[in-house]
C-alpha cells in the first residue's frame, strides 16, 4: 500500500524560507508525476495544485503565484520529493498535502491517486 509522509511544515514570519519532505513508501515502480498540493484556511477551499515534477525526466511545472519563490524537487534514491519555500508570504498559509500518480497525463487534483495527509504552512506578517 502506498504511503506519503509529509514533514516540514510550521510557523514563520513574512520573508521567511521552509523546506517541505514527502517521502513515498510501499510501491514497486515509479510514479508519472509528484505534487504539491495547498487547501486554504476553510474546509469549503478546494485543493490548489502549486509545484509538480515528472520523475521521468525531471520537468517541473508551477502555479503562477509561487513561480520563482518556491522549488520542487526528488530524491529518487530516497523516495522523497521536495519543495523548498521562499520569500514566503500571508497568502501562502495552507495546509499543503503531498500526492502522487500513476497514470501517464494525469497531474492534476482529480487526477492523483496517493494522498498525504498534509502539513500546515502558517506564515504571520
Known amino acids: 500500500q502506498v504511503q506519503l509522509v509529509e514533514s516540514g511544515g510550521g510557523s514563520v514570519q513574512t520573508g521567511d524560507s521552509l523546506k517541505l519532505s514527502c517521502t513515498a513508501s510501499?510501491?514497486?515502480?515509479?510514479?508519472?508525476?509528484m505534487g504539491w498540493f495547498r487547501q486554504l484556511p476553510g474546509s469549503a477551499s478546494a485543493r490548489v495544485g502549486v509545484?509538480?515534477?515528472?520523475?521521468?525526466?525531471?520537468?517541473?511545472h508551477y502555479e503562477d503565484s509561487v513561480r520563482g519563490r518556491f522549488t520542487i524537487s526528488l530524491d529518487s534514491a530516497k523516495n522523497t520529493v521536495y519543495l523548498q519555500m521562499n520569500d514566503l508570504k500571508p497568502e501562502d498559509t495552507a495546509m499543503y498535502y503531498c500526492?502522487?500518480?500513476?497514470?501517464?497525463?494525469?497531474?492534476?487534483?482529480?487526477?492523483?491517486?496517493?494522498w498525504g495527509k498534509g502539513v500546515q504552512v502558517t506564515i504571520t506578517s
Open positions: 500526492a502522487a500518480s500513476r497514470r501517464d497525463g494525469s497531474c492534476y487534483t482529480g487526477g492523483m491517486d496517493f
Open positions: 510501499g510501491y514497486s515502480y515509479g510514479f508519472y508525476c
Open positions: 509545484a509538480a515534477i515528472f520523475p521521468d525526466g525531471g520537468a517541473t
